[in-house]
């Protein structure tokens, strides 16, 4: 391959990348989950042999790479549709502080250690565990922080999410679904698959109608 062949495939390929950028997310580059990050760079991968080798030549490196954006593309609707598929492909958000207190025991199982709690607090200009009413590891792996003055929910989950009850956070709130149930009618919501978004709050549930 000569020069000017390398500097044609060269540019193709950084239009090429932008464009699958693009498509791989309606996010941040650093909230791409695993498998979307693993994909880019095994695009990425493809695209450099396509230049420095000549067993694979520009379209059959897009074929390729067209293949996993759709692979990936699949997998993502599967997630938005079904809770249990998104926490076996992207894992699952922890409490590290929940009401106020520390787990040491998830921090252990998660190998997260206290100069790594520490730094992400001073990160968000807090300066001591006591003021943290919830603190979620997300599965990106930063940390989200709910300090006890602002905090106005008695968990920062969804109990109805798109029309499904989440029986996880229901259960971390010592709740049922039938208790849940009727709390929606007293509201005036008679089915709970018609509810978008439900969260509980102190003063009671706080709901968004589909």
Not at 80 to 98: C, P, Q, V
Not at 175 to 191: A, M
Request: with cysteine; proline share 1%.
């Amino acid at each position: 391959m000569n020069l000017l062949d390398i500097f044609i495939a060269s540019v193709m390929t950084y239009v090429y990348l932008a464009i699958i950028l693009r498509l791989l997310g309606k996010k941040e580059f650093s909230q791409l989950n695993v498998f979307d990050f693993v994909v880019f760079l095994i695009i990425a991968e493809i695209m450099v042999i396509s230049i420095e080798s000549d067993s694979l030549d520009f379209v059959h490196s897009i074929v390729a790479s067209l293949t996993l954006i759709i692979i990936d593309r699949i997998v993502s609707l599967i997630n938005i549709r079904w809770k249990k598929a998104r926490t076996i492909f992207e894992g699952k958000a922890s409490y590290i502080i929940y009401k106020g207190k520390l787990n040491q025991q998830k921090m252990k199982e998660l190998r997260y250690t206290v100069d790594d709690l520490t730094h992400h607090l001073r990160m968000n200009n807090i300066d001591s565990v006591s003021i943290v009413e919830f603190a979620v590891l997300e599965r990106n792996g930063s940390l989200s922080i709910i300090k006890k003055d602002d905090c106005v929910v008695e968990l920062p989950e969804p109990i109805v999410s798109d029309g499904n009850i989440d029986y996880e956070s229901l259960q971390r709130l010592g709740k049922t679904d039938d208790w849940l149930e009727d709390e929606l009618k007293k509201l005036g919501y008679p089915n709970y698959k018609e509810i978008f978004y439900c969260v509980l709050e102190k003063e009671g549930l706080y709901v968004i109608k589909k």
